[in-house]
């Protein structure tokens, strides 16, 4: 089934998407946190493919898998937890399109919870040997719920990218969404960084996805997705995601 | 524009890794991200006034097959990289290597103001 959401970005239904379903989105972003993070919890919860999203915006390519095409944006599903993960660096210009058919989708799926996985690049990051995780969420009570499960609160400050608009539209529309962002490297994928991101989604959601093997993969996995990060690097320079260094002005 | 060529290279068995240079007011700190290397066998050298050459070796051979690729062949052995410093510094190098990230901090020259 074809959802026209937009004029460039469609999502394709292959399998059941049920309702109320928490929608997890595991998205390019600094030290490709959420896709390393998506890909494990795909493998760990033996995730089944039941669409994509296509978009004239994306590079035209797709990834593939034992010989037969995938596409670059896919979505899968465990139970009522579905994941958005992409294998392809997100175009600066194609993200406004992308975010809006997310939250269009998940509002016509009448999703329970937008949760997007991700990294906020610290400079320090090379001597931090637990990586933080900071949250922000779309309403008062979601932001409550985090807080309830100890759950640092990012305060102040820029989020810049695709999960900064998934979270604005989400807040617009009345949907309840969390974005999880830990501490990592701007530019060298982060698997340790990933590692503590799903820690934190098993706190939020009950889960109880086990992180060793990612751990100990972590140099493997690194070195596997330098080109993946070289391109990611470059779509965020043009969406300028170093706006996040910023130091907002004060309010008086 | 130059045509994008690929962060492997198989004539000379050397991946590409990836980099950063960071100039601070008194030194300019040179990172690299070399996971899987042998931290033992990194070499770092100056090619000219402004260029660092970085080579760490593997600390196995790794083939396109490792990653589930089987229509290219080749294998790689090791890292290599040609960084280019763009403010003039001394040619002393400090090394350090934390999780399979190399440092290298270069002092800046000083610069006689008038």
Known sequence: ??????????????????????????????????????????????????????????????????????????????????????????????????????????????????????????????????????????????????????????????????????????????????????????NYPDPEAAATAILELNKILGLNIDVKELLARGEEIRLASRDFMNRTQMEMERMRKSQEYDVPPIHV | MAFERPSWRTRSSTIEPLTNVIVEMEEVIVTADIPCADVSKIRVSFVDEKTLEITAQLKRKFRFQDFNISHRRGEFSRYHAMVTIPVPIEKRIALTCEKNILEIRLPRKSIVST
Do not use: C
């Open chain 1, 1 to 186: 089934m074809v959802l026209g959401l937009s004029h460039s970005v469609s999502i394709f239904e292959r399998g059941l998407v049920p309702e109320d379903a928490i929608i997890i989105a595991g998205l390019p972003d600094v030290g490709l946190v959420g896709v390393i993070a998506g890909l494990h919890l795909a493998s760990s919860l033996q995730m089944e493919d039941v669409g994509s999203i296509e978009s004239d915006l994306f590079p035209p390519l797709v990834s593939l898998h034992n010989g037969l095409p995938k596409a670059a944006v896919r979505i899968l599903r465990s139970g009522n937890l579905i994941l958005i993960l992409s294998e392809t660096a997100i175009p600066a210009n194609a993200v406004y399109k992308l975010s809006q058919a997310i939250v269009q989708w998940a509002m016509k799926k009448k999703a329970k919870l937008i949760i997007s996985l991700g990294g906020i690049a610290v400079e320090d990051r090379i001597s931090l040997k637990n990586p933080r995780v900071f949250a922000t969420a779309s309403d008062e009570k979601t932001l409550q719920g985090l807080k309830e499960k100890s759950i640092q609160v990012l305060d102040r400050g820029y989020i810049v990218g695709p999960y900064a608009l998934i979270l604005k539209y989400a807040a617009m529309e009345g949907l309840p969404a969390i974005t999880l962002l830990a501490e990592s490297f701007f």
